[in-house]
């Protein structure tokens, strides 16, 4: 322990002088001290996560918002012709999970384009919660105003603004609890931003007012085919014109990406705290520790392929398998659960748990290949696959949901199925990026090449930009607004 803890403090020091990068000396300290508001990496963790839908409750009371003037420079965006527009964003919760977090992503983007912002949480918690507060801060000192979520001013908002965007479907919910008989004359301007796959988000009391909404937009085309179906066939509502916005990676985390110092001293100060050394292969999940994310079956398929390279007698550098995103407070059994499982197998050596992090970008310059093993429908979208390939990461993933759009099998990575029937073919798939190290870093190489093509702030900005002028249009066209 003693030796660890000098190793760290060693790190702390070795940025050399000519690295004296802000936000590297930033990431550095946010690994030390884990803090939790560490802005500089979006969050990682997918927004499929259920956010919690049946405490649904709209916050009774909020600090009266206030707004900082600020100076933010304008480059040109394909946003720019919502300058002066008034926008309302309404979030289901504030919290560091994804979905909250993308639409704070939106409301800079649409700040740094001179748009007026408010915004509205409409879960929070009772007394004074610390997360809140800071991400209610960051958005205050951008001069976005934060509104109380039911009220007069809320309703008046709501009114004023020239276009409304609900973030989930669960946020559905306001509609009626806050704006009552009014909301008829609202659902034009309002685009429905949805992030879910899940068969508990498709209750009427959640999404009856769709069919109405100026659009849909949904972060991946298997996400939005899947609304489409059961929309219609469980509800019989039919979905208003619905959007696909692929996300993207922000300017910060391609920035890291893209340094070789940083992504060096970085992979160097993770691996000398894991203990494994420059040559050894790390595999690694990075997402919420939940069944639904496939840690069990990673570890299952991470044993059966140190099982083959004995059995074929490969001779590849040592496997290590990471885990980031264990939360023993939330997932206890679960999490238990793989704790014995490597044990029992005794690969406690091999097997790293990682508490759950914001700061997702040192792990991504520390390991070689990113595992993506969600489970049933698969992921939404999966940001950090998008992330991982930023870092010329090949990703090994399931053939469900976002992934299928982003990863290429057998270009960027390689797909296997969902469910136990995946196990070998993902534990064979490790074992040939383990013994291919040409194929890998190609396969690598060529991710990064689809994320500046395809997944980059800009395109998403772009393809946002695109569906907000559309739903202007046909707002102003509507009789009611
Ligand atoms: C939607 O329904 C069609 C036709 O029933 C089917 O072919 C398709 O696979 C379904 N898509 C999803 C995502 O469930
Ligand atoms: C990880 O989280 C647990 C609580 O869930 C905590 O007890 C532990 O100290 C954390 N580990 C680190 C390295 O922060
Ligand atoms: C992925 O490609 C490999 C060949 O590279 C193929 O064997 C496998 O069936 C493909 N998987 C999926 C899910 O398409």
Redesign the pocket.
């Known amino acids: 322990m003693a030796k660890l803890q000098q190793q760290h403090s060693n790190a702390a020091g070795w940025a050399p002088p000519s690295v004296q990068k802000r936000w590297l000396l930033t990431l550095l300290i946010m690994l030390s001290v884990?803090t939790l508001i560490a802005f500089f990496i979006k969050s990682a963790f997918d927004s499929c996560d259920p956010p919690h839908p049946h405490n649904f409750d709209v916050a009774a009371s909020n600090k009266p918002a206030k707004v900082f003037s600020n100076s933010i420079k304008t480059a040109p965006s394909p946003l720019s012709f919502m300058k002066s527009k008034l926008v309302l964003l309404v979030s289901h919760e504030l919290s560091l999970s994804g979905g909250p977090l993308l639409l704070m992503e939106l409301a800079f983007l649409l700040r740094s384009v001179g748009t007026e912002v408010f915004w509205i949480t409409i879960q929070k918690p009772s007394e004074t919660d610390e997360v809140v507060y800071s991400l209610e801060q960051k958005m205050l000192v951008r001069g976005v105003q934060v509104l109380s979520a039911k009220g007069q001013e809320a309703i008046d908002t709501a009114f004023k603004a020239d276009l409304v965007v609900l973030n989930t479907a669960v946020a559905g919910k306001w509609l009626d609890a806050v704006l009552k008989e009014n909301v008829p004359h609202v659902l034009p301007k309002v685009l429905w931003w949805i992030h879910e796959m899940r068969g508990h988000y498709f209750k009427l009391d959640y999404v009856k007012h769709l069919p109405l909404v100026g659009g849909a937009m949904i972060d991946s085309h298997v996400t939005a085919e899947y609304w489409k179906n059961r929309t219609q066939e469980r509800l019989r509502i039919k979905m208003p014109e619905t959007y696909v916005v692929h996300l993207g990676n922000s300017k910060e985390l391609m920035e890291v990406a893209e340094d070789s110092v940083a992504k060096r001293v970085l992979r160097e100060h993770i691996r000398e705290s894991l203990g494994v050394r420059d040559e050894d292969i790390l595999f690694a999940i990075i997402n919420s520790v939940s069944r639904g994310k496939g840690q069990d079956l990673f570890l299952r398929s991470f044993y059966e392929s140190l099982q083959i390279i004995q059995l074929k007698k490969l001779k590849v550098p040592s496997m290590h398998a990471v885990i980031v995103g264990?939360?023993?407070?939330a997932q206890t059994k679960f999490e238990t659960e793989l704790r014995n499982y490597v044990m029992q197998k005794k690969i406690q050596d091999r097997v790293h748990f990682?508490?759950?992090t914001l700061t997702v970008a040192p792990y991504l310059a520390a390991i070689d290949v990113l595992v993506q093993n969600s489970q049933a429908r698969g992921e939404c979208f999966g940001r950090i696959t998008i992330e991982a390939m930023a870092f010329q990461l090949p990703v090994l993933g399931t053939a469900a949901g976002g992934t299928t759009e982003i990863v290429v099998n057998g270009t960027t990575g390689l797909l296997h199925s969902v469910g136990k029937e995946g196990v070998t073919p993902l534990a064979k798939n490790i074992v040939k990026l383990a013994t291919h190290v040409e194929r890998r870093l190609t396969m690598g190489k060529r991710g990064y090449e689809r994320v500046r093509e395809m997944f980059l702030e800009h395109h998403m900005a772009n393809g946002i930009a695109s569906v907000l002028k559309e739903v202007l249009r046909k707002s102003k066209s509507h009789p009611h607004s």
């Open positions: 884990s264990s939360d023993m407070s990682i508490n759950k």
